[in-house]
């Protein structure tokens, strides 16, 4: 792209991708990471701030270490976030950390042996737990939770995409 134009090969790949029916993912533009994207707390206390610098005033403070956090925008050492309520702010990204964790949003959710709903019960989460985030296949997730390892329904959590699959 040149002075605001787009070339013809840059038009035909664009074409290509809508007419294949994936969208191209979003980039952050200080990281180059997808965006949104998930991370966690990396601290007992985190500021939430309405812009991205200390002179900012503080909106909200975040008090869950490895809660997980949806990050949607990016601007130098700040990290735009939100829980999932869809509260947050303004963080500094070394509150921040890549592990992986989910919030239990359901009432309960139980953990099996294998992603199958007629595996073997290892233990029940309630609403609010927070889990490590170890592995994600369609509709199921294995997680660590308080020592204990399952695999959990993907319904009932929040920190991963519905067609997020990983190991």
Not at 105 to 132: C, N
């Amino acid at each position: 792209m040149r002075n605001g134009t787009v070339g013809l090969g840059a038009l035909a790949l664009m074409a290509l991708t809508a007419a294949s029916g994936e969208a191209a993912q979003e980039r952050g533009p200080v990281t180059d990471l997808p965006m949104p994207r998930y991370v966690s707390l990396n601290a007992e206390e985190g500021n939430a701030r309405r812009g991205p610098g200390t002179s900012h005033r503080i909106d909200w403070v975040f008090r869950h270490r490895s809660m997980p956090l949806r990050v949607t925008a990016e601007f130098e050492h700040w990290r735009r976030v939100e829980d999932s309520e869809g509260e947050g702010g303004w963080m500094h990204y070394a509150l921040l950390s890549g592990v992986r964790t989910v919030r239990v949003e359901a009432e309960r959710v139980t953990l099996r042996l294998q992603p199958d709903s007629r595996a073997p019960e290892v233990a029940h989460l309630e609403r609010g737990v927070i889990a490590r985030l170890l592995e994600c296949r369609i509709g199921w997730c294995r997680l660590n939770a308080g020592g204990e390892r399952g695999w959990a329904e993907r319904a009932g959590l929040w920190g991963v995409d519905p067609g997020e699959v990983f190991d």
